[in-house]
């Protein structure tokens, strides 16, 4: 489905999303789908192959693995959650072309603000994304004689560990490999940045909603009792409409989002393996990895707060001035109220702080496991 790029939330991380395959220039055609299959093709023969088969050099010689075990974690990981957001951009536009329609209810407050922000923090994101890979793979250029005197079997300076069966000698050669390696990282690394940075977009407009309905609901009773009624009744639909744009936003990123979890723990537990010898290079990584998970909890924390929050709003109401008759109505939404909306991770997790602490745990879980000699 077309999006207009003026009127549409998500516009600037899916113009984004559009170099890295995951987001039609129209509606997603067979040439898209096509184009996005290739991508993953190429990016696996020539750049989780080359690592993988780096990583069984390492294994053999006995050298420690931990670099390699999260790359190729992280890439199996973000390789899984593209496939499954393209598999459901369908239903993610759809999604976003209805949280930008406002005939049927109107516009939120702070809307704009928000919208405008999101703009920025997306632009943001995408080029700083773009300049510290650019910036990592300028540091593995400082360490290529150090690397060359370890390592005669890695192909050094390349932005992740890499191995080709001939030594490269050619400077271009070289140049262009390592330009389209960080071409293919920055391809991932890019693509998950800006979905985290989409789911959080569209719970913060999930949560404007709520707060529209919380207000339409503490006004419905200030009128006389059949414009009150009517004000009710639009407040249960608007409610409705809610809870039908939250269960479509849980089946767009439920499974995605559970393969981040899973990604996470391992990769973050690689990377403190490699933190606690003194390897620096992992600390950017580690970083933005646990930044990336906190973003992602702290979105389903807000919606599940925010959607909690609907019946304070109906209780405090003047709905005791109305006939008995009237308050079911009222009734109706409290009920549903107090179950909460809820971004899950797969069949058993909820995006939540809470999940966010039992991750970590989990990943020093894997330290501990890598280092137990």
Known sequence: MALNQEDAICSKSCFY???SFLWP???????????????LILSFLTAFLPLFIHFLILVERGLDPSEDLFVIISYTGFALIMIIYVIHVKKTSYLIVQLSDFEKFGKPRGFDYWDKKFRLISSGVYY????ASSGLNLGRWVGMAECRKERDFQVCGIVIPYWLPWKVDSWLFFILLDLYVLKMTLVVNCALFLIII???EITTHLKLRIDHL???????FDSDSQTNRKQLVN???YHTYIINCSKLFKKCFTHAMFSLIVTMALSCGCLES????????ALPPISAWIFILFIACMAGQILMNASLSIGDAGYHSKWYQ?????????ILVLMRSHKALVLSAGPFNILCFELFVAIMKFSYSVFMLLNQN
């Not at 919380?214 to 419905?220: I, S």
């Not at 109305?322 to 009222?330: E, H, I, Q, S």
């Open 214 to 220: 919380k207000e339409m609901l503490v006004k419905c």
């Open 128 to 131: 700083y994304v773009l300049i």
């Open 198 to 200: 989409q789911i959080l």
């Open 17 to 19: 999303l559009r170099y």
């Open 322 to 330: 109305t006939d008995a008759n009237f308050r079911k109505y009222l």
């Open 235 to 237: 407040c249960i639909r």
């Open 274 to 281: 490699q933190v606690v010898k003194f390897d620096l290079w």
């Open 25 to 39: 220039e129209e509606a997603p055609t067979r040439s898209f789908y096509a184009k996005f299959i290739l991508v």
